[in-house]
């Protein structure tokens, strides 16, 4: 079945029923932050075999998802008081690194389920914790229905969360949602009848929710970005964040959201990079001017190379080192200068990141020859994956905040992109 087109607009021979997620089952309890990273690099040598394909195909990664949350990687960041691992935030930019060098498309699929649990951490009460937290090691996975597209700012909403008779229920369409298809839980953004914004979780097989599988860009083709509607979804009340409370007080979520959009760029990076260097000692022709007899001697490769390498690991260790700060703030309570310092560490990850994903996924082509844009190699798959990913938020707004962070003392402001 085509993934290109929303599965309602199929004929109805060829739509058949959508695929939903299985229920949710126990994972496994990772121990420590090492074992994350051991599973992590298995899970991904897994992955990596059928990127490409699933990526021409645009096959949805059903099985891969399945694996990936019996592994228990999904609960790495669930505080040890609550029965997780506690793993570190470095740890979890690795992950998401290490992930997302084999298939970037599936490696961010998770970032949502991640991103809505540091907001989570910073704002849920007691209660909530206890029950999301619960949810997330007896495995269930956690979407997320982005912004609106008729709206003029992003942080627009008209999705209502209304009191009727029967409890709450949920009305409202939303786009953007990475991860949403394969989730037992989407929460999204949604005003009450005062317009007061809040954070409203839906279960994914409840009446009233429809998932459509009709993001079509061009690259991060297998996310399955796409529409989701609530059609007067039932809510339960313990499953309401009124961010509108916590609007002034300062959290660590934006930033370990941002941590997590470097990462995957990071892994885009690698990916372009390892083909590159691949492609160069298996297929490419010296120049015929060069006098040599193989591509792996050219000097003015060597110089590229050398380039990408010294780009590439100048990035990972911003973003790691951006990782470490997150963990050291994260023990203490957050004030609206740490908060500002996360932010403005994260951007230059974010920009570092963007920057050699994109000059990596580009530079293959130079080194590697007319011979690698085949379309039988695919190779512009990760060109095609660092152009579309690294829009999701743009980087000259974060050479901005740095900026006016470091000339002037302004903090960031505080949400989901900073």
């Excluded at 394969?182 to 009848?193: C, L, S």
């Excluded at 020859?369 to 829009?391: E, F, K, M, P, Q």
Aim: hydrophobic share 40%; proline share 6%; glycine share 8%.
């Amino acid at each position: 079945m085509s993934r290109s087109r929303p599965v309602e607009d199929l004929p109805a021979a060829e739509a058949g029923a959508p695929r939903r997620p299985a229920p949710p089952r126990p994972v496994h309890r990772i121990r420590d932050d090492q074992e994350a990273l051991d599973i992590a690099h298995g899970l991904a040598e897994r992955f990596r075999v059928e990127a490409s394909l699933r990526d021409r195909e645009r096959r949805l990664p059903w099985d891969e998802i399945e694996a990936y949350t019996e592994s228990g990687l999904g609960a790495i960041t669930v505080p040890k008081a609550y029965g997780g691992t506690g793993a570190g935030y470095e740890t979890l930019a690795r992950v998401f690194e290490i992930l997302c060098a084999a298939d970037p498309s599936l490696g961010q699929i998770p970032q949502n389920h991640f991103g809505v649990l540091a907001l989570v951490a910073d704002i849920g009460t007691e209660a909530q914790k206890a029950r999301i937290y619960a949810d997330v090691l007896a495995g269930y996975r956690i979407g997320n229905a982005g912004p609106e597209r008729k709206t003029k700012l992003v942080t627009i909403a008209t999705t209502r969360l209304e009191e009727t008779s029967d409890g709450l229920v949920l009305s409202g369409e939303r786009f953007y949602s990475t991860g949403s298809i394969f989730a037992h839980y989407i929460p999204t953004r949604a005003v009450d009848a005062e317009g007061r914004a809040l954070q409203v979780w839906a279960r994914g097989d409840a009446p009233g929710v429809t998932v459509v599988d009709d993001w079509s860009a061009f690259g991060q083709r297998t996310t399955a970005s796409g529409t989701v509607r609530f059609d007067r979804v039932p809510i339960d009340p313990l499953l309401v964040l009124p961010v509108h409370a916590f609007k002034d007080q300062p959290g660590l979520a934006g930033p370990i959201s941002q941590l997590i959009q470097a990462a995957i760029d990071a892994g885009i990076a690698q990916a372009a990079f390892a083909d590159a260097l691949d492609f160069v000692r298996t297929r490419a022709r010296p120049w015929v001017d060069s006098g040599l007899e193989q591509a792996v001697d050219d000097p003015t490769i060597h110089h590229s190379v050398g380039a990408l390498a010294t780009s590439l690991h100048a990035a990972q260790e911003i973003l790691y080192e951006a990782g470490r700060l997150l963990d050291v703030l994260a023990g203490a309570p957050v004030t609206a200068e740490a908060s500002a310092r996360a932010s403005v560490a994260v951007a230059e990850a974010k920009i570092l990141t963007t920057e050699i994903a994109l000059e990596a996924s580009e530079t293959l082509f130079d080194i590697a020859g007319s011979a690698a844009t085949r379309a039988i190699h695919n190779l512009d798959r990760h060109w095609r994956n660092a152009r579309v990913h690294t829009l999701h938020d743009p980087v000259r707004w974060k050479h901005h905040l740095i900026g006016n962070y470091e000339l002037n003392g302004v903090l960031p402001a505080r949400h989901q992109w900073n």
